[in-house]
């Protein structure tokens, strides 16, 4: 039995972002008797400890996932499962730093997802972005295959390093579910909202996520309503966009929603889902969207033209994004139809973990 050891992230169950939901559908999906996954979890983060999670063993580490302990958690992570597997299946890069060191007494294989070239961030300052490209290039350096998520990373590390790496999406379909007629009213009488009577937009709350473009273009389209859900007190950026347009009667502020059924319901009966997104490769949030077929308004960027094969409406700038909203010659049906039939070809969750077990 091949074990495969995966480090980098929270944990499972997953509670947090895009890298725990990968991580639990990788054990999810595992239908193979010859692969056996640990997942190394942050016991500041979880309550309970469990031996075992859907057939993957969890080991814990007693650091915090995130901030200025997300390196040295990596590091113990790393050393652990060096000790424990026959391959290493690393999510982000703040750890691999380390990797020179590692290399002088490990010979473990390694599979590295570098993410979303971190180190280009708005959000970090210049001596994190530093740092955050090092480790990026040990990363690239003494990894033994490098994945990427979106065709504009994999031409990154190409470009930079002159390496070849696997390109492996994000799935979605995780977010599907069976929801009755009844239960769809509820919750949209519960934020007093008419099926196709809005926008909707999903994201952490982040200058990069253009977060202050969309919040524009509505305030100044009266008639258009906004469902926007994120972690408005979490920066002082989010808590002044909030302050700034909560005023608007046409835009609903929401806090983050973790209910997948809350957030079927909403995605399943907007009118446009807006993607703001300028960095990070191939974005969850994006592909799990796609999987209900409405027109999607995304930033104009490689990344977010990659993920929707050109087939999306994009944007630029808050005038570009009013020009869309209000165009009404635009085919948005035809937008939608499109980002479900990508969405079911590339981004099933069974897909993924059958490539990423290709690599182990």
Not at 19 to 34: A, K
Not at 270 to 294: D, I, R, W
Not at 302 to 312: D, L, Q
Request: aromatic share 12%; proline share 3%.
């Amino acid at each position: 039995m091949k074990k495969v050891a995966i480090i980098g992230t929270v944990g499972v169950p997953a509670n947090y972002g895009g890298f725990e939901t990968l991580v639990e559908q990788l054990v999810r999906h595992n239908s193979s008797d010859d692969l056996q996954y640990a997942v190394y979890c942050s016991k500041k983060s979880y309550d309970e400890e469990r031996w075992v999670y859907h057939g993957a063993k969890t080991e814990y580490v007693g650091l915090s996932a995130n901030g200025m302990q997300s390196i040295p958690y990596d590091i113990v992570s790393l050393i652990k499962a060096s000790r424990r597997s026959d391959v290493i299946l690393i999510l982000g890069v703040s750890g691999c730093a380390f990797l020179p060191i590692f290399r002088l007494f490990s010979k473990k294989k390694l599979v590295i997802n570098i993410d979303g070239l971190e180190h280009r961030r708005d959000k970090w300052n210049k001596w994190v972005r530093r740092f955050l490209k090092f480790s990026e290039k040990q990363a690239v350096k003494y990894g033994d295959v490098i994945v990427t998520d979106n065709q504009g990373i994999t031409d990154y590390v190409t470009e930079e390093y002159g390496k070849k790496s696997a390109l492996i999406a994000y799935g979605g379909d995780q977010v599907i579910q069976n929801i009755s007629e009844a239960e769809a009213i509820k919750t949209l009488t519960k934020y007093n909202l008419e099926p196709e009577g809005y926008s909707l937009a999903i994201c952490r709350i982040e200058p990069e996520n253009n977060v202050h473009t969309i919040l524009e273009a509505f305030s100044k389209t009266p008639d258009k309503n906004l469902v926007f859900v994120g972690n408005w007190t979490k920066s002082a950026y989010g808590k002044e966009m909030m302050e700034r347009y909560s005023k608007f009667p046409n835009i609903k502020i929401q806090p983050a929603i973790y209910d997948l059924r809350i957030l079927n319901v909403l995605r399943s009966n907007c009118q446009f889902y807006l993607h703001g997104h300028s960095a990070g490769g191939t974005n969850p949030s994006l592909v799990e969207a796609m999987f209900f077929g409405k027109p999607i308004l995304a930033f104009d960027c490689v990344y977010n033209r990659e993920s929707t094969e050109n087939k999306a409406e994009y944007f630029t700038s808050t005038t570009d994004l009013i020009a869309r909203l209000t165009n009404k010659l635009a085919n948005h049906s035809e937008n939608g139809s499109a980002m479900a039939e990508i969405a079911d070809r590339r981004y099933r969750w069974e897909t993924i973990s059958r490539q990423y077990e290709s690599l182990f």
